[in-house]
T-cell receptor, first 117, second 113 residues
Framework: AQTVTQSQPEMSVQEAETVTLSCTYDTSENNYYLFWYKQPPSRQMILVIRQEAYKQQNATENRFSVNFQKAAKSFSLKISDSQLGDTAMYFCAFMKLLSGNTGKLIFGQGTTLQVKP | DAGVTQSPTHLIKTRGQQVTLRCSPKSGHDTVSWYQQALGQGPQFIFQYYEEEERQRGNFPDRFSGHQFPNYSSELNVNALLLGDSALYLC????????????FGQGTRLTVV
């Protein structure tokens, strides 16, 4: 069974600085997908960034980038130029496709990030 | 596009009662998944529906059941409610084949007293 672990329950960062959130996972699969989701107080889960395991190049989305280390089963999220609106709970998640379709997401415990002015 | 919509947003039920939660997927999406998120925890997968059939199920008891309608909307039913069923219930939809991005609704906050 796959597991996802986020070892940082809470983090804080000053506005405009850079912060890195950690995530490790365990799987015997070779083809899978990894995600970072953001959940602000509004409760809606929003996709931040996605990484396909077969791609060696790390995914980037504007101020968000990942460091994907497949052999180490590590998937960290770096947020550059942090903004107050980045304050939220962040979840790392794993997915294996099911018969070519969207599979179930397995989430970590989450990291609460506070951006301070 | 309204995105994924869930109803109701909040609900209070008594132990032993039954509850039905509803989800309308994003336009063009045919796959609906349900998750339970306890306070301060990550979401846990309950089940997934595709083409009106339950395709995958997580480690939840039979008290949790669901349904998907021909228009792809879905219901989550929970019978014999326990205090431990209090949680945020999230619905996620996805477009199906080859797509990995799941779009989430804002959830239904269920409180069992």
């Amino acid at each position: 069974a796959q597991t996802v672990t986020q070892s940082q329950p809470e983090m804080s960062v000053q506005e405009a600085e850079t912060v890195t959130l950690s995530c490790t996972y365990d799987t015997s699969e070779n083809n899978y997908y990894l995600f970072w989701y953001k959940q602000p107080p509004s409760r809606q889960m929003i996709l931040v960034i996605r990484q396909e395991a077969y791609k060696q190049q790390n995914a980037t989305e504007n101020r968000f980038s990942v460091n994907f280390q497949k052999a180490a089963k590590s998937f960290s999220l770096k947020i550059s130029d942090s903004q107050l609106g980045d304050t939220a709970m962040y979840f790392c998640a794993f997915m294996k496709l099911l018969s070519g379709n969207t599979g179930k997401l397995i989430f970590g415990q989450g990291t609460t990030l506070q951006v301070k002015p | 596009d309204a995105g994924v919509t869930q109803s109701p947003t909040h609900l209070i039920k008594t132990r032993g009662q039954q509850v039905t939660l509803r989800c309308s997927p994003k336009s063009g999406h045919d796959t609906v998944s349900w998750y339970q998120q306890a306070l301060g925890q990550g979401p846990q997968f309950i089940f997934q529906y595709y083409e009106e059939e339950e395709r995958q199920r997580g480690n939840f008891p039979d008290r949790f059941s669901g349904h998907q309608f021909p228009n792809y909307s879905s219901e989550l039913n929970v019978n014999a409610l326990l205090l431990g069923d209090s949680a945020l219930y999230l619905c996620a939809s996805s477009p199906g084949t080859g797509e990995t991005e799941a779009f989430f609704g804002q959830g239904t906050r269920l409180t069992v007293v």
